[in-house]
């Protein structure tokens, strides 16, 4: 059990966000959920609630770096504390590169990746004065292995990876450990637009031969998140039932 700690979820509302948040929560973790609508995030808060855990519900935009500035102060100011940060918020825009636009490239890596750094860069300040600390990144197999039509998606969670062994690195004395995690294709809103011969070609290159399920990634983020997995850093979980090895 990880009872008093506090850990916020970026993209709670649903999908694999709310997975983690209600995981988490159910270890005894206070969970500052977070969406683009506090009306949004407030739908975790309350099957939390419903479950016996402690949760609040927040509006934060990733992109918006004085946002989450301000958030990290109000979660310090009510809670005090913050052990656990998962970076999990995240958009596709898809598309041929040929015909991609510059904002359908911006929108995806500011959301992907320039917001999970806003949020790191905040994190790392509180963890390091308090000596601990606990970072998941929800990267993706498809930034291991790349995929056609999705070549600014691809690139933000390439991004991810760099991004977390360095912090790993720049953070490991201060005993907070950063890592990511990288599902393959999971059954949530995201994947629900997939055409019908697309999934089933799709679930040829699986050797478990089934999508993800959200609690099969929020199982092993429950993991880098407890204190059990604290000589673990810098690394890249993949939670893909055997796509890309
Ligand atoms: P989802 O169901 O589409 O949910 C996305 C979440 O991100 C929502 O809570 C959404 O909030 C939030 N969000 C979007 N833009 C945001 C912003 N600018 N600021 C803050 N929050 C924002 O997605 P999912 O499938 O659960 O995916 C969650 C994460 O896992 C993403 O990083 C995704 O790339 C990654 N992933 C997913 C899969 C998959 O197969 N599903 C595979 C690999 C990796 P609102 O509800 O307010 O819009």
Known sequence: MMTGQVALVTGASRGI?????????????????TATSEAGAAGTVAAIEAAGGNACALKLDVTNSVEVE????????????????????????????MRMKD???DMVLDTNLKGAF???????????????GRIINISSVVGEMGNAGQVNYCASKAGLFGMTKSAAREL????????????????TDMTAVLPEKGREALLQSIPMERLG????????????????????????LSVNGGMYM
């Open 118 to 132: 806003n949020c790191l860069r905040e994190a790392s300040k509180i963890m390091t004065k308090a000596r601990y």
């Open 172 to 187: 490991a004395k201060r005993t907070i450990t950063v890592n990511a995690v990288a599902p393959g294709f999971i059954e």
């Open 103 to 105: 904002a359908d490239w």
């Open 70 to 97: 301000a958030l990290f102060k109000k979660i310090m100011a009510e809670q005090g504390r913050l052990d656990i940060l998962v970076n999990n918020a995240g958009i596709t825009k898809d598309g041929l590169m």
């Open 17 to 33: 966000g709310q997975a983690i948040a209600l995981k988490l929560a159910a270890e005894g973790v206070f969970v500052v959920a």
């Open 213 to 236: 399920t959200v609690d099969d990634v929020a199982n092993a983020v429950k993991f880098l998140a407890s204190t059990e997995s604290g000589y673990i850093t810098g690394q890249v």
